[in-house]
């Protein structure tokens, strides 16, 4: 068994975190010279957190890290954006390392045999957790990754049933082959928000048209908030209270491959908040804030740089209109 290294505590403290993503967290190794490459911290999973975090929610990242330096950076920076630490598990174990090694189109490598994040434990998370959830996030290759996997889906499935709200990002990798259909179609069925590109909907349902993956997404769950990018011709929103649409994509001017990252999960991130934060709250302001998220994290602090006065003030600037399908 792997030590571990975690903070738990016996009884309920009132400050758990409400909205927790679970999930990878890894290091991002980029290439910068021929024979050069520079570390980054990343996950989709672990930045949405961070993103919610920096807009002022209550939030935690419930995963497994290494105790290296990798690890040890990943740590530094939860405690930066104010994450509740006690979510977080350290493992005597290798890091989970992503390389890209062709920004264009993005290609990425995943290193991660029996590395730190295989070995989170969902009974060592802190008492009292379940009870203070309201929101949970799931998504990227944390869910293609065995045995995480199937412990994160469980876990989804147990929350849902447990009165908690479910958020889930696909994140569309090459490792989302057929094998993947049936995790897909169980987090689209207990999801009640779903944000995918029109990348993500190509990719994964394998097709030219993303209107046949929309479709589909309908299908297995009428009911869900679906947030849908558009490379450069915006997002929309398709809300049980309306579709809404904004033009135009922050996506359009960014062309490194991690600030994109940080765009997409801040996007999410800025979603959930405004769901969060007003419930009862109309689509136009929704849509408004999960893109003004997004372009907040568009420059080379991505989602560490996001504050809630910033992305308030884009929100206001944003103009939204009824959806028509793309």
């Given at each position: 068994m792997p030590t571990m290294t975690f903070a738990s505590t016996p009884v309920l403290h009132a400050d758990l975190a409400s909205f927790v993503s679970f999930g990878e967290a890894l290091t991002d190794m980029r290439r910068v010279g021929p024979t050069e490459w520079r570390s980054h911290c990343g996950g989709s999973p672990w930045k949405v957190a961070i993103a919610a975090s920096r807009l002022g929610q209550l939030s935690a990242f419930a995963g497994g890290i290494s105790k290296d330096a990798f690890g040890q950076e990943l740590w530094q920076r939860s405690v930066?954006?104010?994450?509740?630490?006690?979510?977080?598990?350290?493992f005597a174990r290798s890091p989970l390392l992503s390389f890209l090694h062709e920004p264009v189109p993005p290609s990425f490598l995943y290193v991660g045999d029996d590395s730190a994040d295989l070995h989170f434990r969902?009974?060592?998370?802190?008492?009292?957790?379940?009870?203070?959830?309201?929101?949970?996030?799931?998504?990227?290759?944390?869910?293609?990754?065995?045995?995480?996997?199937a412990r994160l889906v469980a876990l989804a499935e147990s929350l849902k049933d447990e009165g908690a709200?479910?958020?889930?990002?696909?994140?569309?990798?090459?490792s989302m082959d057929s094998r993947y259909d049936r995790t897909l179609e169980r987090m689209c069925r207990?999801?009640?928000?779903?944000?995918?590109?029109?990348?993500?909907l190509c990719g994964l349902f394998r097709c030219r048209d993303y209107h046949l993956g929309l479709g589909q997404l309908a299908a297995w769950n009428p009911k869900a908030i679906v947030l849908l990018t558009l490379r450069d011709r915006g997002a929309?929103?398709?809300?049980?209270?309306?579709?809404?649409?904004?033009?135009?994509?922050t996506l359009?001017?960014?062309?490194?491959?991690?600030?994109?990252?940080?765009?997409a999960d801040a996007t999410t991130a800025g979603l959930l908040f405004s769901l969060i934060?007003?419930?009862?709250?109309?689509p136009d302001d929704h849509l408004r804030w999960a893109v003004a998220a997004g372009a907040a994290a568009a420059?080379?602090?991505?989602?560490?740089?996001?504050?809630h006065r910033r992305v308030e003030a884009l929100a206001l600037q944003i103009q939204v209109a009824p959806a028509e399908l793309a």
């Amino acid at each position: 068994m792997p030590t571990m290294t975690f903070a738990s505590t016996p009884v309920l403290h009132a400050d758990l975190a409400s909205f927790v993503s679970f999930g990878e967290a890894l290091t991002d190794m980029r290439r910068v010279g021929p024979t050069e490459w520079r570390s980054h911290c990343g996950g989709s999973p672990w930045k949405v957190a961070i993103a919610a975090s920096r807009l002022g929610q209550l939030s935690a990242f419930a995963g497994g890290i290494s105790k290296d330096a990798f690890g040890q950076e990943l740590w530094q920076r939860s405690v930066d954006a104010s994450l509740d630490l006690r979510f977080i598990q350290q493992f005597a174990r290798s890091p989970l390392l992503s390389f890209l090694h062709e920004p264009v189109p993005p290609s990425f490598l995943y290193v991660g045999d029996d590395s730190a994040d295989l070995h989170f434990r969902p009974h060592a998370l802190p008492a009292g957790w379940r009870h203070a959830l309201r929101w949970a996030h799931f998504g990227s290759i944390s869910l293609t990754r065995e045995p995480l996997a199937a412990r994160l889906v469980a876990l989804a499935e147990s929350l849902k049933d447990e009165g908690a709200r479910i958020s889930y990002d696909p994140h569309y990798r090459l490792s989302m082959d057929s094998r993947y259909d049936r995790t897909l179609e169980r987090m689209c069925r207990i999801a009640d928000v779903i944000r995918v590109s029109e990348d993500d909907l190509c990719g994964l349902f394998r097709c030219r048209d993303y209107h046949l993956g929309l479709g589909q997404l309908a299908a297995w769950n009428p009911k869900a908030i679906v947030l849908l990018t558009l490379r450069d011709r915006g997002a929309q929103l398709f809300h049980p209270k309306g579709d809404v649409s904004v033009c135009g994509s922050t996506l359009e001017a960014v062309t490194d491959p991690f600030h994109r990252l940080d765009v997409a999960d801040a996007t999410t991130a800025g979603l959930l908040f405004s769901l969060i934060r007003s419930p009862d709250g109309s689509p136009d302001d929704h849509l408004r804030w999960a893109v003004a998220a997004g372009a907040a994290a568009a420059d080379e602090h991505g989602v560490h740089g996001l504050t809630h006065r910033r992305v308030e003030a884009l929100a206001l600037q944003i103009q939204v209109a009824p959806a028509e399908l793309a």
